[in-house]
């Protein structure tokens, strides 16, 4: 094995000598209540080992039995990737031994999975759309989980000992492994995001998981070889385990294509491997040799019965299915007249949802636009937080934007409200009631203000008399001092004009 790297090759010069060919396999945990094979309930942040039956733990003579429920998420997935399900289909034993592993198998599918044959197109930032063709989707059980204490980086060499929690054992796993990706090109790291992204968007929209990388319920192993050229055979893969954001997806294969390019450049051998991935420099490091599939000796799970699911329930499952995230974009793209860079930003920003509820609250497309992409956006930067965490909502935004509309406030006023209900003053009408920042509707105040800036700038006066209504902008900021920006400027601009002339 290549105990050492020589120097990455720049990644721009890497993607011009050579075609890059990714391959990745998603793991999302399903959000049942109980595990796949047993009724051991699982819930994220139970106690270490408290969360185990006789079957998870794999004690002598403990039987499983499938989780129907499970089943049902499986085919939903399945059929949102537009892949062909099973009429029957079994499980089988992938032997192999490590600590998380207490039955020194784990009960997976290998050549019957329950999905098979199936795409998904993926949109990248600028709206390029690459196809990834789905090989397949199966059901599986998540291992436990071992935590390595003292050492380096928390792996297991150089641990002073390690820890077994198998509350994770058992937990209902599909697995979708996409066939060779390829004629991505320079854009295979965005490909390959992307790719991961809207698979977790469809999870959330299907309801079958949280979801929520950071917590390990949506896992990519990422898969990358280099060739000569589009038309040589494909080239000896890495795979770069257990990647948990999408910006460490992207991050794993440009540093791929950089290493394993500097390999090649140098006349050595790529080795087939596993590989980890460090967060803080976006590099990976060496695992363990890749194992092939004969080397796990798969073999059928003589307790469990195949798995048939019949041709109406499926049928049933596809009429319940949701609309889809990339459907429901192109419709409210439409709906809302957005240009397309326009909706672009707001998928990418994570406004969608928040933009679709503000104008179900009442508020049009532009306006909550305007506010999700405009201020709340420079705020949620400012915070360092994600704009779905600010303590605001929709239905607030939807009232301050009828407050607006109704002249009761204006925009600059709008922005004060903000500060309130952010601060936990309440929602928009009762802090504009409290803080006193309703427009000033009554011309007695402001003819008042407006005689007192008059008789402050006597010379703006004459210009204006005598014809040049540049100079009046000035009295109606004095005003709008005056009135601590609660006066209409409209209405104030007439007033001024009328008591002028």
């Known amino acids: 094995m290549t105990t050492t790297t020589p120097a990455l090759v720049a990644y721009d010069d890497a993607v011009r000598r050579y075609d890059p060919v990714i391959g990745i396999e998603v ?6 209540r109980t595990k796949m094979f047993c009724p051991a309930e699982q819930s994220f942040g139970a106690e270490p080992n408290t969360q185990t039956t006789p079957v998870s733990l794999g004690l002598p003579g403990a039987l499983p039995v499938v989780n129907g429920t499970a089943v049902e998420y499986a085919i939903r997935i399945g059929l949102a990737l537009n892949c ?14 490590y600590p998380d592993v207490p039955k020194n198998f784990q009960t997976s599918q290998y050549d019957e999975p329950i999905a098979f044959e199936g795409w998904l197109d993926v949109e990248l930032d600028d709206g390029t759309v690459h196809r990834v063709e ?29 820890l077994v929690d198998y509350n994770r054992a058992g937990v209902p796993l ?16 965005e490909v390959a995001r992307a790719y991961v992204q809207a698979l977790r968007d469809i999870f959330r929209v299907l309801d079958v998981s949280e979801a929520r990388m950071e917590r390990g319920n949506v896992r990519a192993d990422v898969n990358l070889s280099l060739r000569a050229t589009p038309e040589s055979p494909l080239g000896t893969r890495t795979e770069t385990k257990n990647v948990n954001s999408f910006r460490s997806v992207e991050r794993a294969v440009r540093y791929e294509i950089s290493r394993q390019a500097a390999l090649l450049d140098a006349g050595e051998t790529v080795i087939q491997e596993t590989r980890h991935f460090h967060e803080e420099d976006g590099s990976t490091s060496p695992g363990r040799v890749k194992s092939d599939a004969e080397d796990y000796r798969y073999f059928p799970e003589p307790d469990l019965v195949p798995v048939a699911p019949s041709r109406e329930w499926v049928e049933e499952i596809r009429a319940t299915l949701p609309e889809l995230p990339q459907a429901r974009r192109r419709r409210l793209h439409d709906e809302w007249g ?17 933009i679709e509820a503000t104008v179900a609250a009442g508020a049009t497309p532009a306006a909550a636009r305007k506010w999700w992409m405009g201020e ?19 239905a607030q ?19 004060q409200v903000l500060d309130g209900v952010l601060a936990g003053e309440g929602d928009p009408e ?22 007192a800036a008059l008789a402050a700038q006597p010379d703006i006066v004459e210009k204006v008399r005598g014809g040049n209504q540049g100079p009046v902008g000035a009295i109606i900021g004095s005003v709008m001092k005056a009135t601590r920006g609660q006066a209409d400027a409209k209405r104030v601009r007439e007033l001024v004009l009328e008591r002028i002339g």
Do not use: W
Not at 437 to 444: A, F, K, N, P
């Open 84 to 97: 062909q399900i099973a009429e029957s289909c079994r499980f089988a034993r992938k032997n192999y031994f």
């Open 27 to 32: 793991h999302v945990e399903l959000g049942t």
């Open 430 to 451: 009762a802090v504009v009631v409290a803080r006193g920042l309703e427009v000033v509707s009554d011309d007695g105040p402001l003819l008042e203000a407006i005689d």
């Open 338 to 354: 957005f240009a397309d860079a326009e909706m672009r930003d707001v998928v990418n920003a994570g406004a969608l949802d928040l």
């Open 134 to 162: 789905i090989e397949r989707a199966h059901m599986e059980e998540d291992a436990g989980k071992n935590t390595h204490v003292g050492g380096s980086a928390g792996r297991i060499h150089g641990a002073e000992y390690s």
């Open 397 to 415: 935004i939807g009232e301050l934007q009828r407050l607006v509309d109704s002249g009761r406030i204006n925009d600059k006023i709008a922005r």
């Open 174 to 189: 599909v697995e979708i492994v996409t066939k060779p990706i390829t004629g991505a090109g320079d854009r295979a790291p």
């Open 376 to 394: 709340l956006a420079r705020r949620a930067k400012q915070d360092e937080v994600e704009l779905a965490d600010l303590a605001i909502t929709p």
